[in-house]
């Protein structure tokens, strides 16, 4: 069975510093594909950042960075120079290649303090 | 393009009626799925077809049905409400796994649904 987990329901973080969200997996697939999600207060899922399994480099986005520990089952995502509009629920989610079944973590809200 | 479209943005309905929530996507996505979403439980899976004509449950599929008639479309129908049905549910669609090698999922705007 694959699971991921969130560890972190709640967080917050001063406006132009930097917060890290954690994502751990558990799965025996060797590939596949992670992907982290915000859900800002309009409810809408918008996609921030992916990676796929093979690559080694982390994926980058702007201010959005992750760090992907293959071995650790590891998946956590790196806001910088956090800013208002970043205050949103954060959902790690998983793709086995194999499979048809995304997963998703229970979320992280992120609050960004003026 | 117009997306993933969901209808309605909210729904009240009352115990045992029925009703189906609308979705439908315009990439010629052949992978659609349908979430709820709980307060600290994220996005469960209910239903996800991989093609027009292929439908599969779940991790929570119980009182719920789908079909997957045309590419485009994948109504989800609540047979008889029950309060436990009170949720937000979203559409989702993306290519699959045999046409790209990653799959992002592009989500409607999502159904705000209260059953009393």
């Known amino acids: 069975a694959q699971t991921v987990t969130q560890s972190q329901p709640e967080m917050s973080v001063q406006e132009a510093e930097t917060v890290t969200l954690s994502c751990t997996y558990d799965t025996s697939e060797s590939n596949y594909y992670l992907f982290w999600y915000k859900q800002p207060p309009s409810r809408q899922m918008i996609l921030v950042i992916r990676q796929e399994a093979y690559k080694q480099q982390n994926a980058t986005e702007n201010r959005f960075s992750v760090n992907f520990q293959k071995a650790a089952k590891s998946f956590s995502l790196k806001i910088s120079d956090s800013q208002l509009g970043d205050t949103a629920m954060y959902f790690c989610a998983f793709f086995p290649d194999t499979g048809n079944q995304f997963y998703f973590g229970t979320g992280t809200s992120l609050t960004v303090i003026p | 393009n117009a997306g993933v479209t969901q209808t309605p943005k909210f729904q009240v309905l009352k115990t045992g009626q029925s009703m189906t929530l609308q979705c439908a996507q315009d990439?010629?996505?052949?992978?659609m799925s349908w979430y709820r979403q709980d307060p600290g439980m994220g996005l469960r899976l209910i239903h996800y077809?991989?093609?027009?004509?292929?439908?599969d449950q779940g991790e929570v599929p119980n009182g719920y049905n789908v079909s997957r008639s045309t590419t485009e479309d994948f109504p989800l129908r609540l047979l008889s409400a029950a309060p436990s049905q009170t949720s937000v549910y979203f559409c989702?669609?993306?290519?699959?796994?045999?046409?790209?090698?990653?799959?992002?999922?592009?989500f409607g705007p999502g159904t705000r649904l209260t059953v009393l």
């Open positions: 077809s991989v093609g027009a004509g292929i439908t």
């Open positions: 989702a669609s993306s290519y699959h796994t045999s046409v790209t090698n990653y799959n992002e999922q592009f």
């Open positions: 990439m010629n996505h052949e992978y």
